[in-house]
């Protein structure tokens, strides 16, 4: 509460860095969930996507600027600092709290799947637009969820809203790297329907979350 000096006349310097210190300090398990679920988790999933993806890559224009295309850095590191990403997400998760960390892990092992051999669900139609549905459109939100309230209070009734979303996102990007991936004979949802089907599943993906 503040004092009816401080409302009258405005707070002091030393209340003001006090009051925003506070607030920082209540704020710090989403503030370090921040960072987890943006710069450690998503540069993880992308260089372990990255270093398994390099083949079709240097023939994709869309990747010409890609570092690891480039050579500035190599396939070795891009997977050392996969790894080292991956670390760095669980231990900062784990100092959110246990459902948190459990969400983490759960996105992390999904990316892997994802990208390496010989699961590889990147090339297998349907099973990556399920891989990117279920990391984004549910593991994600319920990590969010996580740091504040207990998963057994989720509103699990949005879940298929995520999976939409997720879904509607996903999609176009298989359309952007057709032709390459195709080229490298990657068999994704696009290569596997064709531009038009898969374009018309993103489409009805983007009606029915706007509809729910």
Known sequence: AFS???VKQGATLEEFV???????????????ALVVMG??????TLLINDVYDLPGDRINPRKARSPLVQGLVTRGWA???AYAFA???LGAAALVNLSFLTMVAGCLALAWLYSMPPVRLKTRPGMDVAVNAIGIGVLSGMAGWAIARP?????????PQGLLVATAIYVPTTLWD?????ASGYLTVATHLGPERT???GWWAWILCNAG
Request: glycine share 6%; charged share 20%; aromatic share 18%.
């Open 178 to 182: 057709f032709e390459a991936d195709r």
């Open 39 to 44: 710069p450690f988790l998503w540069a993880a």
């Open 151 to 159: 998963l057994a209070e989720f509103p699990f009734v949005f879940l």
């Open 79 to 81: 997977n050392r600092a």
């Open 87 to 89: 670390a760095l997400s």
């Open 199 to 201: 374009y018309r599943l």
């Open 18 to 32: 006090r009051t925003v210190g506070s607030g920082l300090a209540a704020s710090g398990p989403f503030l370090l």
């Open 4 to 6: 009816e000096r401080t």
